[in-house]
């Protein structure tokens, strides 16, 4: 008897085009992956995949299978979401972040998740924007919080916020009174996000005019370090201000008045289409809520709190 088991295994690893991918995906080695399908393919007397090209590809008895397991798969979705405890939800999450996040408010969504949802384990890499696209589109991920929207087929997004950016200094600088100009601004090192993110290409445009010295552009992909040497008196920060409300707040940094136009930056979350996503759903749904400065906790009993593996 084909059993469901079966049939979500066929459906990731004809989505992913590896057992080994379905593997990774459904958490089970890939010899046992390989024993499912060679199953589902004995009970219902067809081959069902390819496997002659580095990519698997499904047989026309496959593609008809799919059919039908896209549809089981989202049924179970759809059931689940409106049927099912929410602490029921189960097994990994791989979520993308943005260093930005994680300076604002990736720790309540840490805690939104552990009470919402106590069973889902969720593995974090932190990572600039064009590196998590590249993981997300390659299903190395799940879900993405970047600088989007992404325009990508089959990505869905959804808008979470938008970060102002500021020039911020040490009051060691002498840069506080009045007006500065981005002649003024050019006489220091400037510090930001690190190279092939947008928030670089946008300051080196700023500093990269005629009748300015050679930009001296510091990038680093850690914004702690990039606080760190703003508060040190090292260069000019230009980086959103929500993620030095504290420096802010104590005196170690003060935002400049300047004649700069610094677009702000979009935060999106960001998934591929899939029958299998309310897991995800419901993540984004939370993130969504919290960016925007909502209150995402749900009452639930206590619980132990998920696994979180953190990688930058």
């Not at 992956?33 to 090209?53: C, T, W």
């Not at 029921?88 to 979520?95: K, N, S, W």
């Not at 969504?288 to 206590?302: E, F, H, L, N, S």
């Amino acid at each position: 008897m084909v059993d469901f088991k079966s049939i979500e295994t066929f459906l990731w690893v004809v989505t992913l085009g590896s057992f080994r991918g379905a593997g990774q995906r459904l958490n089970t080695t890939q010899p046992a992956i390989s024993q499912r399908i060679a199953q589902l393919e004995r009970e219902l007397g067809v081959k069902l995949l390819n496997r002659d090209h580095r990519v698997i590809s499904p047989t026309p008895s496959g593609r008809q299978l799919m059919l039908y397991a896209e549809r089981l798969i989202s049924l179970r979705t759809e059931m689940m979401a409106e049927v099912g405890d929410r602490s029921a939800m189960r097994g990994v999450l791989r979520l993308g972040v943005a260093e930005t996040i994680v300076h604002t408010w990736l720790p309540q969504l840490i805690k939104s998740v552990n009470t919402a949802h106590p069973n889902l384990s969720l593995e974090i890499e932190v990572d600039i924007t064009p590196d998590l696209s590249a993981r997300l589109l390659g299903q190395e991920i799940d879900l993405a919080f970047l600088v989007g929207p992404l325009s990508a087929s089959g990505v869905r997004n959804r808008v979470l916020r938008d970060y102002s950016v500021g020039v911020l200094a040490s009051p060691s600088l002498g840069l506080g009174n009045g007006e500065l100009k981005v002649q003024d601004l050019a006489k220091f090192p400037i510090i930001t996000f690190p190279r092939r993110s947008q928030p670089y290409e946008i300051v080196r445009s700023l500093f990269n005019r005629p009748g300015l010295p050679p930009i001296r552009l510091h990038a680093s992909a850690s914004l702690a370090t990039v606080i760190h040497m703003a508060v040190e008196g090292l260069g000019i920060a230009v980086i959103p201000t929500a993620i030095v409300e504290n420096e802010l707040a104590s005196g170690q940094l003060q935002l400049l008045s300047t004649d700069l136009k610094i677009p702000p930056l979009t935060f999106s979350a960001c998934w591929l289409e899939s029958p299998d996503t309310l897991a995800v759903e419901r993540v984004a749904d939370l993130a969504a809520k919290i960016a925007q400065g909502g209150t995402a906790i749900v009452d639930a009993p206590a619980v132990d709190a998920p696994r979180l593996v953190v990688q930058s």
